[in-house]
C-alpha cells in the first residue's frame, strides 16, 4: 500500500499567507493573520481539483498565462445556488498561490497532480464529442468551443468532434464506426441528440454482445462508454432530471471529475420490434396528444408546448384501453415510499410527476387516471409544476382526487424491472385492469385526460409512436452518465467571486 502523500507550508495569496495542507483525499489552505493566528478555511476535494497549472493562469472567458517562476494556479469545482430550492450550479473556482522559491512550486504541482490520478481513477481521457447546431437556438458550437473545450482541455482531456449535418448522423457513427480508446461519448445538444446517442450505445454493446434488441424477453447487456450531456436544445429534460440544472459548464463539470449515474431503460416494442428506447415518459392520452397537437405549431419554438397543452386540456379527451403489467417487489420500490433521488423530469414539472420515481431501481411508475372532472385533473397537473416538496402534496392530490369519485379514478403502480407491458387498443377494456366499459388514460410516469372517443398516440420522450398497442420491458441500470443525481441546494449560497 503506498505511503498517503501529504505536504504542508506557507503559500501566499496575494498579499495573504497561508498555511496550505495536502492530504491524500482534500486540500485545505488556512488564512493566517500576523499572529500566527487562523483564520478562515477553504478545503477542495483532490476529486473535484479540475486542474494545476504553472504560473498565473485563467481560462474563462479566454486563456491568459502569466508564467512565472514561483507561482502556481488551482482550478476546481465551486458550488452556488441556482435559485431554486434544488439543484446547484458548478462554476470553476481558482485560486493563484505564490511560493518562497521555485524548487517548492514545483514540489506542490507535482504533489497536486499525483493525488490527482491517485483518487480520480475514473476521469475520461478521451471523448467522442457530437455537436447538433440545429438544436434549440442553434447555438451548440458556440457553447462547446466557448465553454467546453477550454474545460477539457484544462483537465487533460482529448476530444475528437463531430459536428452532426444530418438525424440519426450519430446514432449510425457509433453502430458502424471504431470506438477503441474513447471513455465515453458527449452529445452538445437537447433530448433528441441524447437520444440518438442512447440508442447508437445500446444497439452497438448489443451487437458486440450477439444479443437480438427486438426480442423483449433477452436482458441487454449495459454499455460499457458512458454518456455526458452538455445541454443545448429546445428541450433537455435528461439533463435536468439527472444534474438538476441546464447549464453547460456544471455538465462539463461532472464529465471531467468522472461522476457516475446509472440509469434505468426502457425497451419499447411493437409487433415483435424494437420501435424506442426511453428513460424518462412513456404517455398515452394527454401527453401523446400534446405531442402532436406541437408538431404541428413548430414554428413557435418552445412556446408550443404551452399552447398545445391548453388546447389538449381544453378538449377534455379521453381512451378506451387495456392494461397489463407486471409488479415490483412493494419491499423493493413503491410509488408511496417517500424516498427520491432528487430527480425531477424537466422544467415544468420541476420535481416530478412521480416523485419517489428512481434513476436506477429497476423500476418504473405506472400511473393510470380514469376519466375525471377537468377542475380536478387541472389542479392535478398544477402541482407538477411546483418547486414545492411535492412527495407528499402529489399523492395527496392522487387520494383526494379517487376519493372525491364515486369509484377510484387513479392508480399509481411500481413496474417490476423483470418486465413491464402496457397494452392499449381501440377494441375496448376488460382484462386485467377493467372488466365493463370504463375509460382510462394510461401512462408511464405520465398523465392523460378524459372524455372522447378516438385513438391517441404515444409519447416516448418527446417521440411519436403512431400505434396503440405496446410492450415495455424495464432494463436496469443499462447506461451510465456523466453526473450524480441532483444535490440539495438548500445551504449553499449565491454565487460569489471566486478567490484569486
Known sequence: MEPELRLESSLWVGN?????VLTGWHFNWTEVDKKNREKKTISVPVAEVVGVEEGRVDVLPQKSVEDTDKDFTVFYVKRCSSGSSYGLLWRLGRTQFSCPSRVLRDQWTKHLRTALKTHSPLRPHRLLV?????????????????????????????????????????RDHLLKKDLTGFDGVVCVGGDGMFSEILHGLIGRTQQEAGLC???????????????????????DCVCYATVGVIDPVTSAL???????????????????ALVHYSVSLLGYGFYGDVLAESEKH???????????????????????????????????SSPRDRTRCLSGSCPKSPLGLSPSAHLADGTGDLILVWDTHPLGFLKFLYRHTSTQDQ???VYEDIEAMSAALDEERVYVETVSRNGSQQQLAERGTGGEVTNEQKTADLFLCGLCCSKAPAVSVWNCDGEILPFTEILCRIHGQLVRLYARGIEDGAAVDSCSEEID
Not at 138 to 166: C, D, M, N, W
Not at 217 to 233: F, K
Open 298 to 332: 413548430r414554428w413557435m419554438g418552445p412556446l408550443r408546448y404551452d399552447y398545445s397543452g391548453t388546447k389538449v386540456y381544453l378538449s377534455n379527451r379521453s381512451y378506451a384501453g387495456i392494461v397489463q403489467y407486471l409488479p415490483a417487489d412493494p419491499v423493493l
Open 391 to 393: 412527495k407528499r402534496k
Open 254 to 272: 461532472h464529465i471531467i471529475i468522472g461522476d457516475s449515474q446509472p440509469l434505468d431503460v426502457g425497451s419499447v416494442h411493437q409487433a415483435s
Open 130 to 170: 457530437f455537436i447538433n447546431p440545429f438544436g434549440g437556438k442553434k447555438k451548440g458550437r458556440q457553447i462547446y468551443h466557448s465553454l467546453v473545450a477550454p474545460l477539457f482541455e484544462l483537465a487533460g482531456i482529448s476530444s475528437h468532434v463531430i459536428v452532426t449535418e444530418r438525424a440519426n448522423q450519430a
Open 213 to 235: 434488441e427486438n426480442d423483449p424477453a433477452v436482458t441487454l447487456q449495459p454499455c460499457p462508454l458512458h454518456i455526458g450531456i452538455i445541454p443545448a436544445g429546445s428541450t
Open 16 to 20: 495573504k499567507r497561508y498555511r496550505a
